[in-house]
């Protein structure tokens, strides 16, 4: 899910980005949202973990101020985790990152488990895997710069906008047997 293949040139080769191997976004946003609110250029990303691995936060500072606050929330107890910590107001990322699967993608649900291989084993195998692949940035890839061009007219097109861009908004709740409460 996280691996793309190259297009153009001779050969396909794959490449990844930068975000972890569940093919979630954070490091990039964070990256690009540093930029382009603060003029701030991030090298490397350092992860804290709160509760285990699968529960981390990234914090972009600048002279002792919070500017950026990102989370990534893996597997269904650190989600619930987030949930309460959001119902009690006290919930202070501008973007968290929710995957199902403990350990996100890279061990989800779609993986083949071989015989005689511990699920662990596995995981570390994945990982080192998807970690050797080249990593690029997504604008800087002739593959995104062509769709762009072709089929969505240019960066920041309407035809942009309306394809890839999420628009939210207030949902009225309703009182039903289906409610699920957390």
């Known amino acids: 899910c996280c691996a793309v293949p190259r297009l153009g040139g001779a050969a396909e080769e794959l490449s990844t980005h930068g975000g972890g191997g569940s093919g979630g976004f954070l490091e990039h946003i964070f990256r690009h949202a540093a930029q382009q609110l603060f003029g701030i250029h991030v090298a490397s990303i350092h992860y804290k973990p709160l509760k285990n691995k699968d529960f981390q936060e990234v914090t972009l500072e600048r002279d ?96 942009a906008q309306e394809v890839l861009h999420t628009r939210y908004h207030a949902v009225e709740r309703t009182n039903s047997a289906l409610s699920i409460k957390w």
């Open 64 to 159: 002792g101020e919070v500017l950026l606050q990102f989370a990534l929330a893996y597997g269904f107890r650190n989600i619930q985790n987030l949930v309460q910590k959001l119902k009690r107001g006290k919930c202070p990322y501008h973007y968290v990152e929710v995957m199902a699967c403990p350990s996100g993608c890279l061990n989800g649900g779609g993986q083949i488990r071989p015989e005689g291989e511990s699920s662990k084993e596995q995981l570390q195998q994945v990982e080192r895997l998807y970690e050797s692949l080249r990593a690029e940035l997504p604008e800087e890839n002739q593959a995104v710069r062509e769709l762009y061009e072709h089929w969505l007219g240019g960066w920041g097109s309407d035809r």
